[in-house]
């Protein structure tokens, strides 16, 4: 199957986010670009996939369930507490940045998403995404890439959030994992990928504390490429404490992660910024 370049980079990209393989095919129609995006272990048929369509100014992303996933939405709506607060945490950051959501259960619009309202039985789910303009000139050209990768990122996120999903081994060295090379403790908090991508996908890939932006210092090597730091440290969560990828995660770069652990309990990033500026010859 030929696969287009934008297409094997936007896979590239889901793979890299969420640690689970993706198939990605680029749609040309009416002289607008698409992506299907459907994840590549799962049965279509029995398991869903995103339809992400491009007019002129506009990205439109919709969750597309198959013939036969009526089980699949039955979980989803058994979700624990705490995937559908990490539902919600995604969902908050569309809204933050302007993205316009629907969202669909049994039939009925769910737009307050306050879970206590939530029915526990599902039979029926829609959710569709959509972002008004998408440059900030009429005569700017989109980065198809960037857009697909940001607002599809925010969805599948959200849909993941509701599903059992295994993420592949990772070497817990490397930059995209919660505390890479320098972490000592390594449970249920630091092994969500959801909650380290739902930090990236909001605050970014530039550490907060020193600015350097691997990709681009790099170029496409250092692409996606930061640690994501505990604001509160792993150990001093209590039991039951829900992680908040948008309040309780921070990106950093490596050497800046490491300094933050070199005091107990780590240093702030406001503190360690202001290290670095005392300190600078």
Same mark, same amino acid.
């Given at each position: 199957? *030929?696969?287009?370049? @934008?297409? %094997?980079?936007?896979?590239? &990209?889901? $793979?890299?986010?969420?640690?689970?393989?993706?198939? #990605?095919?680029?749609?040309?129609?009416?002289?607008?670009?698409?992506?299907?995006?459907?994840?590549?272990?799962?049965?279509?048929?029995?398991?869903?996939?995103?339809?992400?369509?491009?007019?002129?100014?506009?990205?439109?992303?919709?969750?597309?369930?198959?013939?036969?996933?009526?089980?699949?939405?039955?979980?989803?709506?058994?979700?624990?507490?705490?995937?559908?607060?990490?539902?919600?945490?995604?969902?908050?950051?569309?809204?933050?940045?302007?993205?316009?959501?629907?969202?669909?259960?049994?039939?009925?619009?769910?737009?307050?998403?306050?879970?206590?309202?939530?029915?526990?039985?599902?039979?029926? *789910?829609?959710?569709? @995404?959509? %972002?008004?303009?998408?440059? &900030?000139? $009429?005569?700017?050209?989109?980065?198809?890439?960037? #857009?697909?990768?940001?607002?599809?990122?925010?969805?599948?996120?959200?849909?993941?959030?509701?599903?059992?999903?295994?993420?592949?081994?990772?070497?817990?060295?490397?930059?995209?994992?919660?505390?890479?090379?320098?972490?000592?403790?390594?449970?249920?908090?630091?092994?969500?990928?959801?909650?380290?991508?739902?930090?990236?996908?909001?605050?970014?890939?530039?550490?907060?504390?020193?600015?350097?932006?691997?990709?681009?210092?790099?170029?496409?090597?250092?692409?996606?490429?930061?640690?994501?730091?505990?604001?509160?440290?792993?150990?001093?969560?209590?039991?039951?404490?829900?992680?908040?990828?948008?309040?309780?995660?921070?990106?950093?770069?490596?050497?800046?992660?490491?300094?933050?652990?070199?005091?107990?309990?780590?240093?702030?990033?406001?503190?360690?910024?202001?290290?670095?500026?005392?300190?600078?010859?």
């Amino acid at each position: 199957m *030929f696969q287009s370049s @934008l297409a %094997r980079q936007l896979q590239n &990209s889901f $793979e890299s986010l969420f640690g689970i393989p993706f198939i #990605v095919k680029q749609i040309n129609k009416n002289g607008h670009i698409g992506f299907d995006v459907d994840p590549a272990d799962a049965d279509r048929e029995y398991g869903f996939g995103l339809e992400i369509r491009f007019t002129a100014f506009r990205v439109s992303i919709r969750f597309l369930p198959g013939r036969f996933s009526a089980h699949m939405i039955r979980q989803m709506g058994k979700a624990s507490a705490e995937k559908k607060l990490s539902f919600l945490s995604y969902f908050r950051a569309v809204l933050n940045e302007r993205g316009e959501l629907n969202l669909v259960i049994n039939e009925v619009p769910s737009m307050n998403v306050d879970l206590k309202d939530w029915p526990t039985e599902w039979h029926h *789910f829609e959710l569709r @995404l959509t %972002r008004m303009p998408i440059v &900030s000139d $009429e005569h700017d050209e989109v980065d198809y890439l960037y #857009v697909a990768e940001h607002w599809g990122g925010y969805m599948l996120g959200m849909v993941l959030s509701l599903l059992d999903v295994v993420p592949l081994e990772e070497d817990q060295s490397v930059g995209n994992a919660e505390g890479g090379s320098i972490r000592v403790l390594s449970n249920r908090y630091e092994r969500n990928p959801l909650n380290r991508t739902a930090c990236i996908l909001a605050q970014g890939c530039t550490c907060m504390v020193c600015g350097i932006n691997f990709s681009n210092t790099y170029g496409e090597i250092g692409r996606g490429f930061i640690h994501v730091h505990h604001i509160t440290p792993v150990s001093q969560l209590t039991h039951g404490y829900v992680i908040d990828p948008l309040t309780d995660l921070v990106p950093v770069c490596p050497n800046c992660h490491a300094m933050l652990h070199k005091e107990n309990p780590p240093l702030s990033v406001n503190r360690l910024k202001e290290w670095m500026k005392n300190t600078k010859v």
